[in-house]
Structures are given as C-alpha cells and as structure tokens.
C-alpha cells in the first residue's frame, strides 16, 4: 500500500523513482520475512526442511543461515533484474507497472515461502515431521500477488503526449473520403503452444494439490485458468479515437489516442524470439515497446510520442495500421478543413 | 475487417454496411465461421446508432449470409463464391447429353447427385 501511496505522492513520473521504490518495497518485505525467520531461531528444527515434494513429508533440508541466505540472493537478482528492465524499457506506465508489479511480487513470494515454511517448523525438535504447507504455498502466491496489483494500479498513467509535428513521411493510408467515416475491428486469439502450455501448468498445480490433498492449492490452478482466460483472445478496433486493444475478459485493455501515433506498420513476430512468450509483454530488444502476444506472424506495430511503442498480433494488419495512419492524419487536421 | 459509411451518400446507412458484408463474402475476406463484431461495438466505432449496425445483421440473416445467435453476435454462413464458369460450361454440354438420352431432369439431377457423393 505504502508502495503505492509514494509512487504516486512523491515520484509522480519519474521512472528510476517509481523502479526504486518498487524495488525496495519488494527487497523489504523478503527483509522482513528474512528477521522474523532469524528472530524464531531458537524454537526451529537444525537442519530446516526447505523442499517438499507434494505428498507427505520433505525431501530437501538446510542450515537455517543457508536458507534465509539462498531467498535473499534470489530475491535480490530477480529483483535486479526485473528494476533493470524497468529502468532501461520502462517509458511507458504499462512497461513500468509490469516491473513494478514483479518487483513487489516476487520479494512478497519469496519472503512468504521463507517465513510460512519456518512458521510451520517452530516447535518441532526434527524437521522431517514438517507437514506440506500448502496454504503457506497459496497466501505466498496470493497475497503479495494484491499488493503487486495494488502497486500497479498506483502508478500513474501516462500524461496525454499529443504529436506536435505530422504523420512520419511515407506510411500507408486508407483512400477515405472527407467525411467517410471508418473503423476497422479484428480479433486475435492465443496460439496452440500457449494453450499447451497453459494446460500443462494446471494440470501440473491440479495433480499437486490433489495428490497431495491440500484443496486449497485448487486455487493456483483456478487462477492460471482465469489468467489464460484474461490473454485468449483480444479485440482490436481501430476507429476515429485511435487504437483499442481489449481482452475478452475486459482487462487487460489498452488505448492509444490518434493523436499519440506517430507511425503504423505491419510487422512479424515471434512470440518467443521478440517478446520471450505470450500475453502482456515487454519487447526483449531493449526499445521499451510493450505487446499483446498472442501467437507467432502478422502484427500491428504502433509508434507513438514520448518513444514509446506498442504491438499486437492480429490477422489484416495492414489495412488496420493503413486506416491508424489515416485517424492520425486526421487527428492532426483541424476539423473543418 | 474494414468497415465505411458515407453519411453524405443517399444509401441508407444500414445498406452500406450490408453492402460490405456481401462483398466481404463474395470476395472470401470474411470467411465461413467468421465472427462480425458485436453491434454495439462496430455502433460506437461509426458513431451510428445500435439499432442501424442490427438492422443490416439482420437483412444478411435474411440473405442467409450470416447467422444471428444469441451470446455469439453475427457469425458468417455465406461462402466465398468460386469461379462458376466452368461449371457452366458443362453443365450445357451435360444438359444436351440428358435430352439426346430422353433423361428428365429429375433422373438427371439424381445421377449427378449420386455421382458427386
């Protein structure tokens, strides 16, 4: 929540701000879980149990001082990394919400993993009598999974950035006649490999928590499906107002204003090359563009003001960009004229 | 896909969206299964009234070129119109064949369907 509030009161737009708190937020929470598995000490097991295989008992132990350091050093590279991605790609509040969003995420996981796991263990003299946390497994997915959203939902959108000069030089456009009105709408659904994917982790999580008949971790492959639901398929519409890009569900969705677009292209992509795999995105080559992904070939590729770019996949692309080129024209022609 | 209207035109604009649709069909760039977009939606990107977007899917479900269900919106039944011309040809020559054989033309259509199945 304090994530939130600070990113919003005192970094405003600035995105090393927004990246820096985000980190530390997510580096606190793991700190804090790291103090309080140091502060039970006394009452735990020497080895800790660190690894249950699903059903019964566990199968992996470590010193106490060995765990706590193996979370931390996780936790502080992928939080690196993600602040990393962040800073360098985020000039977009969509490519700033999902690093700050893992940021937050995966400190609380972490720290949640450390701290449930150690909770379960006080008390007991050897630690191969740990039962499976599995409700620790689910609040360590869930609960810092709402702060992340709550972290993400706080940082600012992006000041409207209209084009002050013209359409860049040489882009297609529609043959529209002044006053013909157009829109242009198409839809895109998730690739077979995605799906395969999808399926393979529910089934996995599924098979978990039956076989080791925790129900409560019903809830992971509950959410993985709501997820998948959440990318299957998106509609694209591109009309007088601009670009807008809705899941089926509703969200995620986003909007870029016929003013912001500065060129529309038809592209190729490859999900796994480009965007390091399907759904919401951020491009892996460094230019900070976000994407909808959701299979392999045709796309629509947007650049807008401020540097900021953004792709999705859908089948007649090039009439869609055509027709964006055309609104952005448009946009830029005082009416009347 | 792409869809105009031309408020200056003297066609109704329910008329030029059926127009589209038609075309769209005929040429095979809406393809059978296709969905059209929801009509309050293509109503809100034309800035035209709900009511003229369901109008003209309703003349093409009367045309039979797309079927109306509830939940699913307007899914395309129509299918791409094939070059018919060498049908046409022997069809002629198939017609002349059947009166030489005194066959009528129910005997015909029955041989063909048979032949064809």
Same mark, same amino acid.
């Given at each position: 929540?304090?994530?939130?509030?600070?990113?919003?009161?005192?970094?405003?737009?600035?995105?090393?701000?927004?990246?820096?708190?985000?980190?530390?937020?997510?580096?606190?929470?793991?700190?804090?879980a790291?103090?309080?598995?140091?502060?039970?000490?006394?009452?735990?097991?020497?080895?800790?149990?660190?690894?249950w295989?699903?059903?019964?008992?566990?199968?992996?132990?470590?010193?106490?001082?060995?765990?706590v350091?193996?979370?931390?050093?996780?936790? *502080? =590279? $992928?939080? /690196?990394?993600?602040? #990393?991605?962040?800073?360098?790609?985020?000039? &977009?509040?969509?490519?700033?919400? %999902?690093?700050?969003?893992?940021?937050?995420?995966?400190?609380?996981f972490?720290?949640?993993?450390?701290?449930?796991?150690?909770?379960?263990?006080?008390?007991?003299?050897?630690?191969s009598?740990?039962?499976?946390?599995?409700?620790?497994?689910?609040?360590?997915?869930l609960?810092?999974?709402?702060l992340a959203?709550?972290?993400?939902?706080?940082?600012?959108?992006?000041?409207?950035?209209?084009?002050?000069?013209?359409?860049?030089?040489?882009?297609?456009?529609?043959d529209?006649?002044?006053?013909?009105?157009?829109?242009?709408?198409?839809?895109?659904t998730?690739?077979?490999?995605?799906? *395969? =994917? $999808?399926? /393979?982790?529910?089934? #996995?999580?599924?098979?978990?928590?039956?076989? &080791?008949?925790?129900?409560?971790? %019903?809830a992971?492959?509950?959410?993985?499906?709501?997820?998948?639901?959440?990318?299957?398929?998106?509609?694209?519409?591109?009309?007088?107002?601009?670009?807008?890009?809705?899941?089926?569900?509703?969200?995620?969705?986003?909007?870029?204003?016929a003013?912001?677009?500065?060129?529309?292209?038809?592209?190729?992509?490859?999900?796994?090359?480009?965007?390091?795999?399907?759904?919401?995105?951020?491009?892996?080559?460094?230019?900070?563009?976000?994407?909808?992904?959701?299979?392999?070939?045709?796309?629509?590729?947007?650049?807008?003001?401020?540097?900021?770019?953004?792709?999705?996949t859908?089948?007649?692309?090039?009439? /869609?960009?055509?027709l964006?080129n055309?609104?952005?024209?448009?946009?830029?022609?005082?009416?009347?004229? | 896909?792409?869809?105009?209207?031309?408020?200056?035109?003297?066609?109704?604009?329910?008329?030029?969206?059926?127009?589209?649709?038609?075309?769209?069909?005929?040429?095979?760039?809406?393809?059978?299964?296709?969905?059209?977009?929801?009509?309050?939606e293509?109503?809100?990107?034309?800035?035209?009234?709900?009511?003229?977007?369901?109008?003209?899917?309703?003349?093409?479900?009367?045309?039979?070129?797309?079927?109306?269900?509830?939940?699913?919106?307007?899914?395309?039944?129509?299918?791409?119109?094939?070059?018919?011309s060498?049908?046409?040809?022997?069809?002629?020559?198939?017609?002349?064949?059947?009166?030489?054989?005194?066959?009528?033309?129910?005997?015909?259509?029955?041989?063909?369907?048979?032949?064809?199945?």
């Amino acid at each position: 929540m304090t994530t939130g509030i600070l990113l919003h009161r005192r970094f405003g737009h600035s995105r090393a701000g927004q990246i820096a708190i985000s980190a530390l937020c997510g580096l606190s929470l793991l700190g804090v879980a790291a103090g309080l598995a140091l502060s039970w000490r006394d009452s735990l097991p020497d080895p800790v149990a660190t690894h249950w295989p699903g059903d019964g008992g566990p199968d992996g132990f470590m010193s106490l001082g060995a765990f706590v350091t193996v979370l931390l050093v996780t936790g *502080a =590279i $992928l939080v /690196a990394l993600f602040s #990393a991605i962040g800073f360098f790609g985020g000039r &977009s509040a969509g490519a700033r919400r %999902l690093s700050v969003g893992l940021n937050v995420w995966i400190g609380g996981f972490l720290g949640a993993v450390l701290a449930g796991s150690l909770w379960v263990q006080r008390g007991l003299a050897d630690a191969s009598g740990a039962v499976t946390p599995g409700w620790v497994l689910l609040g360590a997915v869930l609960g810092p999974g709402v702060l992340a959203l709550v972290a993400v939902m706080l940082v600012p959108a992006d000041p409207r950035a209209p084009a002050s000069g013209p359409l860049a030089p040489g882009v297609e456009r529609a043959d529209l006649a002044s006053g013909e009105r157009a829109a242009w709408i198409g839809r895109a659904t998730i690739a077979r490999p995605a799906v *395969a =994917i $999808l399926a /393979a982790v529910v089934l #996995a999580t599924a098979a978990a928590a039956v076989l &080791s008949r925790t129900w409560v971790l %019903l809830a992971v492959p509950a959410l993985v499906v709501l997820l998948a639901l959440a990318i299957s398929a998106v509609t694209v519409r591109v009309d007088r107002d601009g670009l807008t890009v809705r899941s089926a569900l509703g969200w995620p969705r986003t909007r870029i204003p016929a003013d912001e677009v500065v060129r529309a292209t038809v592209t190729a992509v490859d999900p796994l090359r480009h965007f390091g795999g399907w759904g919401w995105r951020m491009s892996l080559d460094g230019s900070g563009r976000t994407g909808m992904v959701l299979r392999r070939g045709e796309g629509l590729a947007v650049e807008r003001t401020a540097g900021r770019g953004f792709v999705v996949t859908v089948d007649g692309a090039k009439d /869609a960009a055509a027709l964006l080129n055309t609104m952005a024209e448009r946009a830029r022609t005082p009416s009347g004229s | 896909m792409m869809f105009r209207i031309d408020p200056s035109s003297d066609e109704p604009l329910f008329e030029q969206l059926v127009a589209q649709v038609r075309v769209g069909v005929a040429k095979g760039n809406l393809a059978h299964g296709e969905r059209l977009p929801a009509a309050r939606e293509l109503a809100e990107a034309l800035d035209v009234n709900v009511h003229t977007v369901l109008k003209a899917y309703q003349v093409l479900r009367d045309e039979g070129l797309v079927d109306l269900r509830r939940g699913r919106g307007a899914v395309v039944t129509g299918r791409a119109q094939a070059d018919l011309s060498a049908v046409e040809r022997a069809m002629a020559d198939l017609i002349r064949a059947a009166r030489a054989a005194h066959l009528s033309p129910d005997a015909t259509a029955t041989l063909v369907k048979e032949a064809m199945r």
